[in-house]
């Protein structure tokens, strides 16, 4: 790994002030060749990475320019973004994967979702008086911390897909948290919005914060011996070094032994963890086959009801982000958040009618509720009800009750295309921002069980699918989707961003299948979301131009950011074309 042009290429594009440009100026005609300075968008021929830091892309480009697989590349990525990109995902985390193999012809999906402790009840996000905890009172300490699961998720596709030795794939990430990273302006500016409650663990607020208690600034080269040190245990013990001995040992003394809201992880807990094959969500939509992750995850199932809805609703004939476009994708997004509030949860806890969500003749049902190809008809007047999808034996399954838990941005996305044809969509997380802003041995623990729902029954009294149940795995929204077409993959995609990842996703799918964006102008459109009635629309840009249009049509609107980081790569026969969000720090890299 040629360590010192890694921490120079930064170096210089923080110099040179990428963060906050226009898309357009950071667009540049080729993506990262050799030592080329990382870039938002650009093309290859060969094989592509797109991460959220430009470190990280490039530890993968060096992978696959090593003769490394997407499978290899990935476990490295992953481990570069855990040290330069700690709040999003890590060791402590948890993610889904796609990933497609060329040579088998199949796509796989991999769900590495974090597990609650096997003692965790359904009170556990509940106080004293019987009602749901505040969000960060559930969320900082031991409480919310579900079971690791990063590292399983990474040693399982090295052992199906990987070719190069796994340690290997450990060595940029030792480098540079023995070298030192320049801190990013984004994370500069996120340790300094957390402030106080990031001191919460002292591992954390000696990490995070200069012995005078100011936050690190951008720029700061930052080491992580500690983190090193980590991975060096992994590279020589492998996996199972994480999972039992003194560094689950640690992980588990940290959570319970929190002052202030201690969890119940286990030894045990870790012990077990296993990484679940599921199999992947598909539909067809506007002539593409759209393949996502399926429960726990609701991402899939969501954004394929998007799709499928608003083609439906004859979205096709209508102007390209017009207000009467936005009508449909709305109205469609509106339907899929009904459903997914109350019949997305774990399958091992609570028998997801998975299939009947997605079933054409309950979609032709859902899509009446769009008022046809009327696209100037009436909204539909909330709240939206969720729909009576069949189990795979044909039964109507009695209604869930609604679930209440906030959900909050975070997480990262990975996109990877190798020389064999291989294609991995990634999307990782340690939930919120520094996740339970515990942190042990170098990374940080999640507080990925606030994906829970904190009310265990809804106002009707009908019992939640997502309440929490000791060794299950919280609903999640990620949407990590690879699409098809004539059965070759043609675009990997994902974002992180807590629920709004769904839109995020179904809005940039939208954009580049349907409306003929390339990637990166389908990752930089103004966002416009809507999952509970309301329109969001993203602040500072032309989104707020369809205020007027959309309240004529009978939605109110609210101007808000909207920070997605979305990543993808589009495959066709001249070669590959990536994009990384322009509102993060991410970075597209190939040959
Ligand atoms: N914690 C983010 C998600 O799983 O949706």
Same mark, same amino acid.
């Given at each position: 790994m040629r360590?010192?042009?890694?921490?120079?290429?930064?170096?210089?594009?923080?110099?040179?002030?990428?963060?906050?440009?226009?898309?357009?100026?950071?667009?540049?005609?080729?993506?990262?060749?050799?030592?080329?300075?990382?870039?938002?968008?650009?093309?290859?021929?060969?094989?592509?990475?797109?991460?959220?830091?430009?470190?990280?892309?490039?530890?993968?480009?060096?992978?696959?320019?090593?003769?490394?697989?997407?499978?290899?590349?990935?476990?490295?990525?992953?481990?570069?973004l855990g040290l330069v990109e700690p709040q999003s995902s890590g060791l402590g985390g948890g993610g889904f994967l796609l990933h497609w193999s060329a040579e088998a012809g199949r796509?796989?999906?991999?769900?590495?979702?974090?597990?609650?402790?096997?003692?965790?009840?359904?009170?556990l996000f509940l106080g004293a008086d019987g009602k749901p905890l505040p969000f960060f009172a559930a969320v900082v300490g031991g409480r919310s911390v579900g079971t690791p699961a990063t590292l399983r998720l990474l040693e399982e596709i090295h052992r199906r897909a990987g070719r190069l030795p796994f340690e290997r794939l450990l060595a940029p990430a030792i480098a540079l948290a023995d070298a030192g990273f320049p801190v990013s302006p984004r994370l500069a500016a996120l340790i300094a919005a957390e402030g106080e409650r990031l001191k919460h663990d002292g591992e954390a607020a000696r990490y995070f914060f200069a012995a005078d208690g100011r936050p690190l600034a951008a720029g700061a080269v930052l080491r992580n011996p500690a983190y090193a040190e980590t991975l060096r245990r992994i590279a020589e013990g492998g996996v199972d070094a994480f999972y039992s001995g003194e560094i689950a040992?640690?992980?588990?003394?940290?959570?319970?032994?929190?002052?202030?809201?201690?969890?119940?992880?286990?030894?045990?807990?870790?012990?077990?963890?296993?990484?679940?094959?599921?199999?992947?969500?598909?539909?067809?939509?506007?002539?593409?086959?759209?393949?996502?992750?399926?429960?726990?995850?609701?991402?899939?199932?969501?954004?394929?009801?998007?799709?499928?809805?608003?083609?439906?609703?004859?979205?096709?004939?209508?102007?390209?982000?017009?207000?009467?476009?936005?009508?449909?994708?709305?109205? +469609?997004?509106? &339907? #899929?958040? !009904?459903? $997914?509030?109350?019949?997305?949860?774990? *399958?091992?806890?609570?028998?997801? @009618?998975a299939n009947g969500l997605i079933a054409p003749g309950y979609l032709a049902l859902r899509a009446r509720l769009l008022d046809g190809t009327a696209a100037q008809g009436p909204v539909m007047p909330g709240p939206v009800p969720a729909g009576q999808p069949a189990q795979d034996s044909g039964h109507l399954a009695p209604l869930p009750g609604a679930g209440a838990g906030p959900d909050f941005p975070s997480t990262t996305q990975v996109v990877i295309r190798d020389a064999a044809g291989d294609v991995i969509s990634y999307t990782g997380t340690i939930e919120n921002g520094f996740g339970s802003r515990l942190m042990v041995r170098g990374f940080l623990l999640n507080n990925e069980l606030t994906d829970f729902s904190f009310a265990a029954a809804d +106002?009707?009294? &009908? #019992?939640? !699918?997502? $309440?929490?149940?000791?060794?299950?795995? *919280?609903?999640?929204?990620?949407? @990590?989707?690879?699409?098809?077409?004539?059965?070759?993959?043609?675009?990997?995609?994902?974002?992180?961003?807590?629920?709004?990842?769904?839109?995020?996703?179904?809005?940039?799918?939208?954009?580049?299948?349907?409306?003929?964006?390339?990637?990166?102008?389908?990752?930089?459109?103004?966002?416009?979301?809507?999952?509970?009635?309301?329109?969001?629309?993203?602040?500072?840009?032309?989104?707020?131009?369809?205020?007027?249009?959309?309240?004529?049509?009978?939605?109110?609107?609210?101007?808000?950011?909207?920070?997605?980081?979305?990543?993808?790569?589009?495959?066709?026969?001249?070669?590959?074309?990536?994009?990384?969000?322009?509102?993060?720090?991410?970075?597209?890299?190939?040959?």
């Open positions: 360590l010192a042009s890694i921490i120079g290429l930064t170096l210089a594009l923080v110099a040179t002030g990428s963060h906050g440009q226009q898309a357009s100026d950071r667009h540049a005609p080729e993506a990262g060749t050799g030592g080329a300075a990382p870039v938002q968008a650009g093309k290859a021929r060969d094989f592509m990475v797109v991460a959220a830091h430009p470190l990280a892309a490039e530890a993968g480009r060096a992978i696959l320019a090593e003769g490394g697989s997407a499978a290899d590349a990935l476990v490295a990525v992953q481990l570069v796509l796989i999906t991999l769900d590495g979702r974090e597990t609650a402790p096997a003692a965790a009840g359904p009170d040992d640690d992980i588990v003394a940290r959570v319970t032994g929190d002052a202030l809201n201690p969890g119940a992880l286990a030894e045990s807990d870790l012990e077990n963890y296993k990484v679940i094959e599921r199999n992947p969500v598909c539909a067809p939509a506007f002539g593409y086959d759209i393949c996502g992750m399926g429960p726990p995850s609701s991402g899939g199932i969501a954004v394929i009801q998007i799709l499928s809805l608003a083609e439906a609703g004859g979205l096709g004939a209508l102007a390209p982000g017009s207000a009467a476009a936005w009508r449909v994708i709305g109205e +469609a997004s509106r &339907l #899929a958040f !009904a459903d $997914r509030e109350r019949w997305l949860a774990d *399958p091992a806890f609570f028998r997801v @009618p +106002a009707a009294g &009908l #019992a939640v !699918a997502n $309440r929490v149940e000791g060794g299950k795995r *919280p609903r999640s929204s990620m949407a @990590p989707t690879i699409v098809f077409r004539d059965g070759r993959p043609v675009l990997a995609i994902g974002s992180p961003g807590g629920s709004r990842i769904i839109g995020f996703v179904a809005q940039a799918l939208i954009g580049h299948l349907v409306w003929g964006q390339d990637p990166a102008t389908a990752l930089a459109a103004p966002h416009l979301l809507n999952r509970f009635g309301p329109f969001e629309l993203e602040a500072g840009t032309a989104a707020s131009d369809l205020a007027p249009g959309l309240q004529a049509l009978g939605y109110r609107t609210e101007i808000t950011d909207l920070n997605s980081g979305l990543a993808a790569i589009a495959i066709g026969p001249d070669g590959l074309s990536g994009a990384a969000d322009p509102r993060r720090e991410g970075a597209v890299a190939g040959q």
